[in-house]
T-cell receptor
Framework: GAGVSQSPSNKVTEKGKDVELRCDPISGHTALYWYRQRLGQGLEFLIYFQGNSAPDKSGLPSDRFSAERTGESVSTLTIQRTQQEDSAVYLC???????????????FGSGTRLTVV | AQSVTQLGSHVSVSEGALVLLRCNYSSSVPPYLFWYVQYPNQGLQLLLKYTSAATLVKGINGFEAEFKKSETSFHLTKPSAHMSDAAEYFCAVSGGDTGRRALTFGSGTRLQVQP
């Protein structure tokens, strides 16, 4: 596609429920990243996929968070047993090759605004 | 650990005045450096990047940034602010000491432009 697409754009969920967020990267972009942006704060790295390599999960805040990616296409970020502190905008980005590591910039999606009530 | 620091969470300038947004990184090996802009209710856009070529980097919308190794800085400037420049600006770093491929972002600087 022309850009990085994320769905849903907004999600309100009850505390304790599971949520699944989706990201469609730009076609041909082998690297995909998930970040979290809490209100008024910077971007917090969550996870990074590069082709068929093992993902870099070092930013996932707890075992309630997980992500999958099928080949070099769609990725889903799953949050189990959501808590109020999970409320944030979840941003997905994709890039050619390994993105920042090779000096390529990211293309970001518009994000999913998650509100846990 | 590699990090990036943005001095000043809020900067306010008058229209037509110089814009200076500060960014310092910590790495003994020069990393890749980026500036992103986030306009209200929009996603992040790449403004410019430093990838070890020219130390003065020009980006979109009249912005530029200079990589200064001796100061471990990558400050963003624009000679004359426009109302449309009001946004949040993020400095980001990758590579460097850790060789980390994922970008590490600063906490952001919100730029206000007064008429």
């Amino acid at each position: 596609g022309a850009g990085v697409s994320q769905s849903p754009s907004n999600k309100v969920t009850e505390k304790g429920k599971d949520v699944e967020l989706r990201c469609d990267p730009i076609s041909g972009h082998t690297a995909l990243y998930w970040y979290r942006q809490r209100l008024g704060q910077g971007l917090e790295f969550l996870i990074y996929f590069q082709g068929n390599s093992a993902p870099d999960k070092s930013g996932l805040p707890s075992d309630r968070f997980s992500a999958e990616r099928t080949g070099e296409s769609v990725s889903t970020l799953t949050i189990q047993r959501t808590q109020q502190e999970d409320s944030a905008v979840y941003l997905c980005a994709s890039s050619l090759r390994s993105g920042g590591g090779d000096g390529y910039g990211y293309t970001f999606g518009s994000g999913t605004r998650l509100t846990v009530v | 650990a590699q990090s990036v620091t943005q001095l000043g969470s809020h900067v306010s300038v008058s229209e037509g005045a110089l814009v200076l947004l500060r960014c310092n990184y910590s790495s003994s090996v020069p990393p890749y450096l980026f500036w992103y802009v986030q306009y209200p209710n929009q996603g992040l856009q790449l403004l410019l990047k430093y990838t070890s070529a020219a130390t003065l980097v020009k980006g979109i919308n009249g912005f530029e940034a200079e990589f200064k190794k001796s100061e471990t800085s990558f400050h963003l400037t624009k000679p004359s602010a426009h109302m449309s420049d009001a946004a949040e600006y993020f400095c980001a770093v990758s590579g460097g000491d850790t060789g980390r491929r994922a970008l590490t972002f600063g906490s952001g600087t919100r730029l206000q432009v007064q008429p």
